[in-house]
């Protein structure tokens, strides 16, 4: 652990292995912070080259930055590009304070056991900014990796892109309200699982393209923001479950692909709306069930394409409207 209590200064540190040399444990502990009042622009840059990496980093302050390799390399101001390529690593990024900016790459490709890359990132505070790319050299060979964000306080913003297979997205918000997560995931077999509680004007935008993408979306609160968009499709493709719990929300739910579009959509509360739009397919497919329990709800389908269309809608409440078109 190295411990740098000099505020408003840039450090740095540097990691690099040969081609080829695997670590087969690398643990590096960087940047742990403590201060009575909140520091600013502190910032660390890492490279490191090899597999079976560990790395730890800690931020006590405000203003903080880690630095990655994003392709628009300028992102919240870092223009220094830093390099994690290797497999089977686990990076934890833990920001404590508000107004901190993460930007993060991974170039990895399948390590042991189908495993790429673990990205843990934890703000509990509000202002905080990120964005991680678990595959930015854009190879499409990226698979078997892990993002975990958790997001306390609010306001916290992280846009996350994830290309290649079987990866997993798992975002955990909670308090204050605000908080955003924008995700385009380019993959097959991908789970994105979106979990907030408290606070109200979260918004959550999932993009999926790829097979199999299974999408959970739990959210407490008034007026949340959701968004999720499927393109692809198998067999036992195309699912999205989303279950509110409050009042003002908006849900737009969009599948297009071969089959197997699935909405399971289901809110609690007053005044929500809810647009999910079908289209495609050849064989069974585009089933959508929504169950509604409140007053003042909109909820809208369009199922069009050349399978069988199927809805499945329990409304309970007053003053509720409800619009389907099917058509093939």
């Known amino acids: 652990m190295l411990n740098y209590h000099s505020m408003g200064k840039q450090m740095k540190k540097r990691m690099t292995g040969a081609s080829g040399l695997s670590r087969k444990l690398l643990t590096v502990m960087l940047l742990s912070i403590s201060a009575?009042?909140?520091?600013?622009?502190?910032?660390?840059?890492?490279?490191?080259?090899?597999?079976?990496?560990?790395?730890?980093?800690?931020?006590?302050?405000?203003?903080?930055?880690?630095?990655?390799?994003?392709?628009?390399?300028?992102?919240?101001?870092?223009?220094?590009?830093?390099?994690?390529?290797?497999?089977?690593?686990?990076?934890?990024?833990?920001?404590k304070g508000p107004n901190n900016v993460l930007t993060l790459g991974a170039n990895t490709t399948v390590g042991t056991n189908g495993k790429g890359i673990d990205i843990n990132y934890k703000v509990d505070t509000g202002g905080n900014v990120a964005f991680i790319n678990s595959n930015n050299n854009g190879l499409g060979v990226s698979a078997g990796n892990l993002i975990d964000i958790i997001q306390l306080g609010g306001n916290a913003v992280a846009t996350v892109s994830m290309l290649g297979n079987?990866?997993?997205?798992?975002?955990?918000?909670?308090?204050?309200?605000?908080?955003?997560?924008?995700?385009?995931?380019?993959?097959?077999?991908?789970?994105?699982?979106?979990?907030?509680?408290?606070?109200?004007?979260?918004?959550?935008?999932?993009?999926?393209?790829?097979?199999?993408?299974?999408?959970?979306?739990?959210?407490?609160?008034?007026?949340?923001?959701?968004?999720?968009?499927?393109?692809?499709?198998?067999?036992?493709g195309n699912y999205a479950k989303?279950?509110?719990?409050?009042?003002?929300?908006?849900?737009?739910?969009?599948?297009?692909?071969?089959s197997d579009n699935t909405v399971d959509y289901k809110a609690v509360g007053s005044n929500n709306i809810a647009s999910i739009t079908q289209s495609g397919g050849l064989t069974i497919g585009q089933y959508a069930k929504a169950d509604i329990l409140g007053s003042h709800n909109d909820v809208g389908i369009i199922q069009q394409g050349s399978v069988d269309n199927l809805t499945n809608i329990k409304i309970t409440g007053s003053s509720n409207t409800y619009r389907i078109l099917q058509k093939n």
């Open 36 to 95: 009575t009042s909140w520091a600013a622009d502190n910032s660390v840059y890492i490279e490191q080259a090899g597999d079976d990496g560990t790395i730890t980093m800690t931020q006590d302050g405000s203003g903080n930055r880690v630095k990655g390799i994003l392709s628009n390399g300028t992102a919240g101001g870092n223009t220094d590009p830093a390099k994690l390529v290797g497999n089977v690593q686990t990076v934890t990024i833990d920001q």
């Open 166 to 236: 079987t990866n997993n997205l798992t975002v955990r918000s909670s308090g204050g309200g605000g908080n955003k997560i924008d995700a385009t995931i380019n993959a097959d077999d991908v789970s994105a699982t979106v979990d907030q509680t408290l606070g109200g004007a979260n918004e959550t935008i999932l993009a999926l393209t790829g097979d199999k993408g299974y999408v959970n979306i739990t959210s407490t609160g008034a007026a949340n923001l959701t968004s999720v968009t499927q393109d692809g499709g198998a067999t036992n």
């Open 242 to 258: 989303i279950v509110l719990d409050g009042s003002g929300n908006q849900t737009t739910v969009s599948q297009t692909g071969v």
